[in-house]
C-alpha cells in the first residue's frame, strides 16, 4: 500500500500541521512515513507545498512523481490547482474555498471553484466558516484533515487521536474545538466524495 | 533504540550530539539553520553544557570550531553552500592542520536555488582541500554518517564534510537513535608545529595531506557507503547516482522491467576502482547526480574513450535545478508519465513577499521617493528579507550578489563617478560582512550613503539572534569613524514617512560617507517572542 498526499497552501496557514497530523496517524498505524517542505523564502506568503509520503513498505525519494498523488489536500483554492499535474487518475482534490488574495491578478473566485468542480470533481470546503461554526478561526487544518479523512487510508479514529495529542497541552477546550472542526470537516467530505 | 521523528537536518544535530560534540558553531543559512536551532534548543533543554551559538559568520563560526578541535574537543560547524565561500579561508587551511578534536563541517546545498543565489556543490570544496566528504540519502543515514564522520576526522586527522541537500534536511523520516558517547577530554594539540603554517611547516603538512590522499581512497574504495551491484548479463548501461538521485533512481527501478549494475557513491574521494568495474561491463554509464556533475565530468575526462556517458553534461538530465522522480525519467528511456489533468486555466505565481507591516517596506517607500527626486540613483542591497524589494511593489532594489557586498559595490560604483549611491543592508547582514566594506568608505571619503535596515534579528532563516543590538551597531559605526553630524536614526513608521525622506536627501546629497540605521523589530520575531513569554 502505498499513499501519497501533496499538501498545499500560503506560508503561514498552517500546511505543516497537516502533515504532522496525518503523518502522526499514519505512524500509530505502523506506515512508513515521509515528508518533504521548503524553509526559508518560502515562507514569506509565498506558495508553500509538502509532499508527504505513506506507504506499508520503504520509501525511496522524498518527492512525490507527477501523476503518483492520491489526493492534493490545499489550505487554499489556486494552490490547489497548482500541483494538479501531481494528482493521479483516481486522485482527489480537497481544497478550502476560503481563497488569500495577497497577489494583484488573483484570479475569478467563480472560475477558479468552476475549474475546481468541473476539471477536477475535486472537493471543495468552507473552512473558515465551518471552524467558525466549532469555536475557532483558527481551527482551519482541522477542517481540511476532517474533509480529507474519508479518502485517506487511516482510520479515523486514528486522526481524532493525533489531533488530541498535536492539541493536548493547550487544554481541553483547544482540543473539544479542533475535534469539532474535524468532524464537520469530515462530514462534508463524506457528503461531497 | 528509542524512534524519533526528524529533519534530516535534525538527524545530523543529534548524530552530533550522540556523538559526543562539546561545541557547535554556525550562521544561519537555509537549508542548514534547523541543525543547530537543535541544537541550541537541546542544550537549554537538557542543560547539556555545549559550547553551541551562533557566530557573526561562517567563517568566524569554522575558526570557533578549530578552537575547539584544537583542544581536543569535538566540534560541529554548520553552513549553507554559500557560507562555505565565506569560510574557505579557514577550511581549505584546516585540511592542512593536525586535527586530533574530531572537526565535523555541515554543508547544505541548494539544488534549484529554493533559498539562494546558485547551486555550487560543496564536494568540490571537499575535493580541493583534500579531505573525506560522506553525503546521507536519508535521514537515518544522516543521523548515523555524523557520528562516523567524527570518528574519521579523529583517525584521519582532518576535517571531514557531510554534504546534503534541500530536499534531504528539510524533510522528515522515522530515525532509530543509539547512545551517546562520552565527549572528549580538554586535551592540547601535541605538536603545536603542526598548526602553524608558517611557509616552512606548511609545506611539510601539505606533503602529508598528499601522502595521507591514498589512505583516504582506500577507506572510501572498500567503505559500505559506495554500493556496487553488479549484473553481468545486463550490458546496456550501468547507472552511477550520487546523493538523492539514488532515491529516484530506485523510485523508478520498478518501471525499467530490468535491474541494470548500478554504483551508488556516499563517500569521497570517488571510489575510482568501483567506478572502472562497473564500466568494464557494459556499453553506457548514466551518471544520476545531485548537484554539479562532479562525478561525471571525472568519468568524461579529456581524452577519447568508448564508453558513453549520459548525464547533465550532455543534457540527457537537465543541467540545472534538482533531480527529481521524473526528470531522470527520459535518460533511463522512460517515457514522462501523462499529465491526465491540467487546470485548463492560467495560474499566477505567488512568489515570496514581505509580510504585512514589515518595517522594511516603509523604509524601501523611504529609499523610492528620496531617491525619486534625483535625476539618477544607485539602490544596492544585500542578502536578506529586504532582498525582497526587488519585487513590486517596492522594486527600490537593483543588485543582490552576496552577504555583505551592498557596501562595496556601492563604494566601487560611487568612486567610479557615479551618484547619489545608496547601499541597503540588514543588521545581521551588516555584522556578517558590512563592517569591513565601510572602513574602506571612511577611510577613502567616499561619497556614498549606508541605510542599516535593523529588524534586530536574522529574519528570513526564521528570527535567530543577532550579535550586537541596535545601540551597539550605531557605537560601532562612530567607532569606525563615520562622522557623527551623518550617523541618523530613523524609525520606518508611515507617520515619519515626510521627515524620513528629507532625512535621507539629505545624506544622499552629502559627499562623504553618511550612514542612516532604520530601525524597528521584525514583525515575525516579535511575534514569536512573545509566544515564548520573552524567552525567543
Known amino acids: ?193 | 533504540m528509542p524512534k524519533q521523528v526528524l529533519l534530516g537536518d535534525e538527524a545530523i544535530a543529534l548524530g552530533a550530539i550522540h556523538a559526543g560534540i562539546s561545541s557547535a558553531y554556525a550562521y544561519p543559512g537555509t537549508p542548514s539553520t534547523e541543525i543547530t536551532e537543535f541544537i541550541l534548543e537541546y542544550n537549554r533543554k537538557h542543560d547539556a553544557g555545549l559550547a553551541a551559538s551562533w557566530s557573526s559568520n561562517e567563517k568566524t563560526a569554522y575558526e570557533e570550531a578549530l578552537g575547539a578541535s584544537f583542544v581536543g574537543r569535538r566540534a560541529l560547524v554548520c553552513m549553507k553552500h554559500v557560507g562555505l565561500n565565506v569560510a574557505a579561508d579557514p577550511f581549505i587551511n584546516s585540511a592542512l592542520l593536525d586535527i586530533r578534536g574530531g572537526l565535523v563541517l555541515v554543508v547544505a546545498d541548494d539544488p534549484g536555488m529554493h533559498s539562494s543565489q546558485n547551486e555550487q556543490d560543496s564536494r568540490y570544496y571537499a575535493d580541493f582541500a583534500g579531505i573525506i566528504c560522506l553525503e546521507p540519502t536519508n535521514q537515518q543515514e544522516a543521523y548515523e554518517m555524523t557520528a562516523e564522520a567524527f570518528d574519521l576526522s579523529e583517525q584521519f586527522h582532518i576535517p571531514v564534510m557531510i554534504r546534503i541537500t534541500t530536499r534531504l534536511a528539510h524533510s522528515r523520516a522515522v530515525v532509530t537513535t543509539g547512545g551517546q558517547r562520552e565527549r572528549n577530554p580538554l586535551e592540547k594539540a601535541p605538536d603545536v608545529k603542526k598548526w602553524m603554517l608558517l611557509p616552512a611547516l606548511a609545506r611539510k603538512q601539505w606533503k602529508n595531506l598528499l601522502e595521507k590522499q591514498s589512505r583516504l581512497e582506500e577507506y572510501t574504495g572498500t567503505s559500505g557507503h559506495n554500493t556496487l551491484e553488479l549484473h553481468p548479463e545486463f550490458t546496456d548501461y550501468g547507472v552511477i547516482t550520487t546523493g538523492l538521485g539514488k532515491n529516484y533512481y530506485l523510485e523508478n527501478l520498478p518501471s525499467l522491467g530490468a535491474t541494470p549494475p548500478h554504483l551508488h557513491i556516499s563517500a569521497y574521494p570517488v571510489p575510482k576502482e568501483k567506478v572502472a568495474r562497473l564500466a568494464s561491463g557494459v556499453k553506457k554509464v548514466i551518471v544520476i547526480e545531485e548537484g554539479y556533475p562532479l562525478v561525471e565530468k571525472y568519468l568524461r575526462g579529456i581524452l577519447p574513450q568508448q564508453l558513453q556517458i549520459d548525464g547533465k553534461m550532455n543534457q540527457a538530465i537537465p543541467p540545472t535545478g534538482e533531480l527529481n522522480p521524473d526528470n531522470i525519467r527520459p535518460a533511463l528511456g522512460l517515457k514522462t508519465e501523462e499529465q491526465k489533468k491540467t487546470p485548463g486555466m492560467s495560474l499566477p505565481g505567488r512568489p515570496p513577499q514581505l509580510c504585512r507591516g514589515c518595517p522594511h517596506a516603509d523604509t524601501f517607500d523611504t529609499i523610492n521617493q528620496a531617491a525619486g527626486t534625483f535625476e539618477k540613483s544607485i539602490v544596492t542591497s544585500d542578502i536578506g528579507c529586504y532582498a525582497l524589494g526587488a519585487l513590486p511593489p517596492h522594486q527600490a532594489i537593483e543588485t543582490i550578489i552576496c552577504m555583505g557586498a551592498s557596501i562595496g559595490v556601492a563604494k566601487g560604483a560611487a568612486e567610479a563617478g557615479f551618484e547619489p549611491v545608496v547601499a541597503t543592508i540588514g543588521d545581521s547582514t551588516f555584522l556578517h560582512s558590512g563592517i569591513t566594506p565601510l572602513v574602506d568608505a571612511v577611510a577613502n571619503g567616499t561619497p556614498m550613503t549606508v541605510v542599516i535596515m535593523d529588524n534586530s534579528t536574522v529574519a528570513m532563516t526564521g528570527g535567530q539572534e543577532t550579535m550586537l543590538e541596535s545601540s551597539g551597531i550605531r557605537r560601532l559605526v562612530e567607532g569606525i569613524g563615520v562622522e557623527a553630524e551623518h550617523i541618523r536614526t530613523i524609525i520606518p513608521l508611515k507617520k515619519n514617512a515626510e521627515e524620513n525622506v528629507k532625512i535621507l536627501r539629505e545624506e544622499m546629497e552629502y559627499k562623504g560617507v553618511s550612514v542612516i540605521i532604520s530601525i524597528r523589530e521584525c514583525l515575525e520575531t516579535a511575534k514569536k517572542k512573545r509566544k515564548s513569554g520573552g524567552n525567543a
Open chain 1, 1 to 193: 500500500m502505498k499513499y501519497d498526499i501533496i499538501l498545499a497552501g500560503v506560508g503561514g496557514q498552517g500546511v505543516l500541521s497537516l502533515a504532522a497530523v496525518i503523518a502522526a496517524a499514519a505512524m500509530e498505524e505502523g506506515l512508513q512515513v515521509r515528508q518533504s517542505e521548503v524553509h526559508g523564502m518560502a515562507q514569506r506568503g509565498g506558495a508553500v507545498v509538502s509532499h508527504l509520503r505513506l506507504s506499508d513498505r520503504r520509501i525511496e525519494g522524498d518527492l512525490i512523481p507527477k501523476g503518483g498523488a492520491g489526493m492534493i489536500l490545499s489550505m487554499e483554492p489556486l494552490e490547489g490547482l497548482r500541483y494538479l499535474d501531481f494528482l493521479s487518475s483516481g486522485g482527489k482534490l480537497v481544497t478550502s474555498s476560503d481563497p488569500v488574495v495577497n497577489i494583484p491578478d488573483y484570479p475569478e473566485m467563480e472560475e477558479l471553484l468552476s475549474v475546481i468542480r468541473k476539471n477536477t470533481e475535486g472537493i471543495v470546503v468552507p473552512s473558515e466558516s465551518m471552524a467558525r461554526e466549532a469555536g475557532s478561526v483558527k481551527a482551519t487544518n482541522m477542517v481540511m484533515i476532517g474533509a480529507a479523512a474519508s479518502f485517506l487510508p487511516l482510520r479515523k479514529e486514528t486522526l481524532e487521536a493525533a489531533i488530541t495529542g498535536l492539541f493536548e497541552r493547550k487544554g481541553a477546550d483547544v482540543v473539544e474545538t479542533n475535534k469539532k472542526a474535524f468532524a464537520l470537516g469530515f462530514e462534508s467530505g463524506k457528503q461531497a466524495g
